[in-house]
């Protein structure tokens, strides 16, 4: 029986093969239309609405639609850098009135508030409503100016501004200012580690071109479809991280095997159908690896992890569908000149890793010693893995902005200073018995107060439309994790209590309890994604190898790789390990929506290389080789790809790991370092040692058949229709 995994890459590589120019217009036009998409449609971001969950999202839902969600605020600071003298700071705090009022974008200015210590004079500003936000960058830069002016004007005080618009203006110049320096030290790298793979420029710059090209595809195609899905803010940033990785390594497989076909002898067209036939497989299996991880992302039923899955899924199919048709289609025009000009140092380093002589010495004791080869690297990898058992998830928050943005520092300042701006809980009440709230809400400020996990605000009670908000501080971090037991008392225990025998509708809701529920959210599905990205992935290892022993292992090393990014997320952002070294504040908890994305990706593109070292094992067992011999073969084969690979996934992560944004950060280093153990001690020592340890019954449960090898001419490249063989077919790798 036919398998469509393996005849519908060859057949589009030997369309696109034999109709070259056919196929390179083609991908040039689907660019082309994608990039115009991208400026003549707006992309549709997501709101506020879409992340309500829980009753902390109920509770927002009551606030919108009784209309107590207020506009934006802006808040003005003024200190000094001794004792703030009050006469020069109420003169600067009237210079930033006067300032400020007459401002476009400013619905209102509120008169100066003192800090009970009396150390900091607050300005609130209230701001006009702008509901598609278009607007917000020039009124950051329009306050931000303003206070400019008054601060050159009151030199003996330190007068700053930060709120919703110019903390958001400083972060989104922050994120696109780290993504264009990622984007600019990732090109060139992987440009270099691509020269090492081939030796050769022409073909060191396709894989690059492949993934450019596919990454600023699907930014184009993402914005018609984010009227259907809204897009996240990081999505951009997801996209380019995977599409080069994916975008990369494809081509990588297809060009190595191409190349080696050639010097085994075949003409080009001859090498590009084996390499159809084989890496073309590996590549669709892959990518299908890749999506059906992504796809357990959608039963989170967030919008953030939504927008992720459409752009990653995006991103991989366009980075396959390039690589089994453009990239056929240039190779076929370029021949033998893919191999020009050569730099000759890197040509010949090339060749020696191309033979796999580091891994073929790295390899010989595993499988002289199978057993001992897989106890130690197993204990390596437990070792590693064992702080995840620690993890501790929060929502991203102040600490998890960069200090060095002065719109964060100056906010941090001001939820110290100010209790009423820092943590904050909402209770919030629907009823029409006003008398009956009223007194409830007394009793609830006074018995929370008296627990001493919570402060008065000192502000009263908000009512419109049936629906009263009384706004409770908290004396702790946003991130402390006494503010999680203090919500879910004041749920269980405090609320119940006060508005016993009354029949009003009560939940708690505020950014405490937003990261609370979110964390509840992530908690109680996470068992759910990770049981249906395992199982998937498993059922697809099992109809590509039929072998339901190697499938099940593929999904044991898929976990012990999961357990090494986890360990490692612990060690360096809760524990700290290293936090000078990539220039970070310790939070002490990992960004609630990483871990789970983490897994999904990295089980994905281990994917990967896996496919591609166990199908070559598997071409050398169909030969009629023994599995001993077949996996170090095998290995051997594919060090110098998976090597390759590797290192493209690695460095394009670890360069995240250096940007501010510490959720980037938390990502890079997770996904790299878990990379590079999963391609060297995973992928090198566990799986090989398996394997050997296994023997015939690895294939459980039929063994691969010895096949006839193909025919040195497969196809009639002059009809491109498929010439009879004298044998079966050659079996995929």
């Known amino acids: 029986m ?30 082309v239309v994608a990039v115009a998409l991208a400026a003549l449609v707006p992309t549709a971001e997501t709101e506020d609405a879409d992340y309500r969950h829980g009753d902390s999202g109920r509770a927002a839902e009551l606030v919108a639609a009784a209309g107590l969600d207020g506009p934006d605020t802006e808040n003005v600071l003024v200190t000094a850098d001794g004792v703030l003298d009050p006469a ?9 009135v006067t300032a400020l009022t007459p401002l476009e974008g400013v619905a209102a200015v509120a008169g100066p508030q003192w800090s009970p210590d009396r150390s900091a004079l607050l300005v609130p500003v209230q701001l006009a409503r702008d509901d598609d936000g278009s607007g917000r960058g020039a009124l950051a830069d329009r306050v931000l100016d303003a206070v400019a002016g008054v601060q050159d004007a009151h030199p003996d005080v330190e007068v700053r501004a930060t709120g919703d618009a110019t903390l958001d203006a ?83 497989f297809y060009l190595k095997r191409e190349r080696e076909e050639r010097l085994a002898g075949h003409s080009t067209l001859e090498a590009v ?27 989170m039923g967030d919008a953030t992890f939504n927008s992720l899955a459409v752009g990653s899924i995006i991103v991989v199919g366009v980075a396959v569908l390039g690589s089994v048709t453009v990239l056929p289609a240039l190779l076929a025009k370029l021949g033998r000149w893919v191999d020009r000009p050569r730099v ?50 929060h929502a991203g928050n102040l600490d998890t902005l960069p200090a060095s943005v002065p719109e964060v520092q100056t906010m941090r300042e001001v939820a110290a200073a100010f209790p009423s701006e820092g943590t904050v809980v909402d209770v919030v009440v629907g009823s029409d018995d006003d008398d009956a709230v009223a007194r ?108 339901v022993v190697v499938a099940a292992l593929s999904t044991v090393l898929n976990l012990a790789s999961v357990g090494v990014a986890f360990g490692f997320l612990v060690l360096v952002f809760q524990h700290g390990w290293g936090s000078g070294l990539l220039d970070f504040t310790n939070p002490g908890f990992v960004i609630d929506w ?5 897994l999904v990706v990295l ?107 193909p025919p040195a001419a497969p196809l009639d490249w002059e009809t491109g229709e498929v010439r009879p063989a004298p044998g079966p077919e050659r079996q995929p790798v």
């Open 88 to 96: 020069a700071a109420d003169a600067a705090a009237a210079a930033v």
């Open 594 to 598: 990483l871990p789970l994305f983490v």
């Open 440 to 547: 409830a809400l007394t009793s609830l400020e006074r018995d929370a107060v008296a627990t001493g996990d919570f402060t008065a605000t000192g502000e009263a009670p908000s009512t419109a439309r049936g629906t009263t908000v009384l706004h409770l501080g908290l004396p702790y971090e946003e991130s402390d994790e006494r503010v999680d037991d203090a919500v879910r008392a004041l749920r269980a225990d405090l609320v119940p209590a006060a508005f016993d025998g009354t029949d009003a509708e009560v939940v708690v809701g505020g950014d405490a309890a937003v990261s609370l529920d979110t964390a509840d959210r992530f908690g109680g599905r996470l068992p759910l994604v990770v049981g249906f990205v395992l199982l998937l992935t498993f059922l697809m290892m099992l109809v590509t190898f039929r072998s």
């Open 273 to 299: 159908d084996i390499a159809a036939q084989t890496s073309g497989h590996s590549i669709l299996v892959s990518g299908g690896a890749v999506i059906a991880s992504m796809t357990g992302l959608f039963l």
């Open 603 to 709: 089980v994905g593109l281990s994917m990967d290389y896996h496919v591609f070292v166990v199908s070559r094992i598997r071409e050398h067992v169909s030969a009629g080789l023994p599995t001993r011999v077949a996996v170090q073969r095998g290995i051997a084969d594919t060090a110098g790809v998976v090597t390759s690979a590797a290192a493209v996934m690695v460095s394009v992560f670890a360069i995240f790991a250096t940007l501010s944004m510490l959720e980037m950060k938390m990502m890079g280093v997770g996904l790299s370092a878990a990379i590079l153990l999963d391609a060297t001690l995973v992928r090198l020592v566990m799986l090989p040692a398996a394997l050997v340890l296994l023997g015939e019954r690895a294939w459980w449960p039929v063994r691969p058949r010895p096949v006839v090898p």
């Open 2 to 31: 036919t398998n469509p995994l393996t005849t519908l890459p060859r057949r589009a590589a030997r369309w696109s093969a034999t109709h070259p120019w056919r196929a390179i217009g083609a991908w040039f036009l689907l660019v």
């Open 170 to 252: 400083a972060i989104d110049e922050r994120v696109g200012d780290d993504l264009a320096a990622a984007e600019g030290i990732s090109l060139p790298i992987t440009l270099v580690l691509m020269l090492v793979a081939f030796g050769a420029l022409v073909a060191a710059g396709l894989p690059v071109l492949l993934a450019v090209t596919s990454v600023a595809a699907t930014i184009g195609i993402l914005a018609p479809i984010s009227h259907l899905v809204p897009a996240e803010s990081t999505v951009t940033s997801m996209v380019v991280l995977i599409g080069m990785a994916v975008g990369v390594d494809y081509s990588l």
């Open 344 to 393: 000759p140092l890197l040509w010949r380093l090339n060749a020696r890793i191309g033979r796999g002589g580091l891994s073929t010495r790295i390899l010989a004791p595993v499988v002289r010693r199978p057993g001992v080869a897989l106890l130690l690297s197993g204990l390596v990898v437990a070792a590693l893995a064992l702080p995840a058992l620690g993890l501790r998830v």
